[in-house]
């Protein structure tokens, strides 16, 4: 999977980003701007330090990569997906009658 930069993110993503950084240093008394140099790495490494922290997920379709805080989750293999449209694309064979269930559910993260 190649590493995608951060500023190829969309607008909305980046001001999620923000937000919770925000969010959380104020909760954990953490340097906003230590944070906010995340903007600045690769999605890659922002996904593996921030993402349980901050309580965002990162769409594993590799054509959005996404940032998100609430969305759709597999249980089986624990991917997450920004939206319907972006599960499908991965898993063709989903059908409506999956989501819901333990296939695939709607779910919000929060920070840890």
Known sequence: MRKIFVEELSQKSKDLFTHLAKQFS????????????????????????????????????????ELFNDGYMMEDNCENYCSRECAEKIYPEIVEEDYGTDTIFWTEWQPE
Not at 33 to 48: A, K, T
């Open 26 to 65: 104020k909760e954990n008394n953490v340097n906003l701007d230590e944070l906010l140099d995340g903007l600045e790495s690769r999605i890659s490494d922002l996904q593996h330090d921030s993402e349980n922290a901050l309580g965002f997920r990162i769409c594993e379709n590799p054509e959005c990569r």
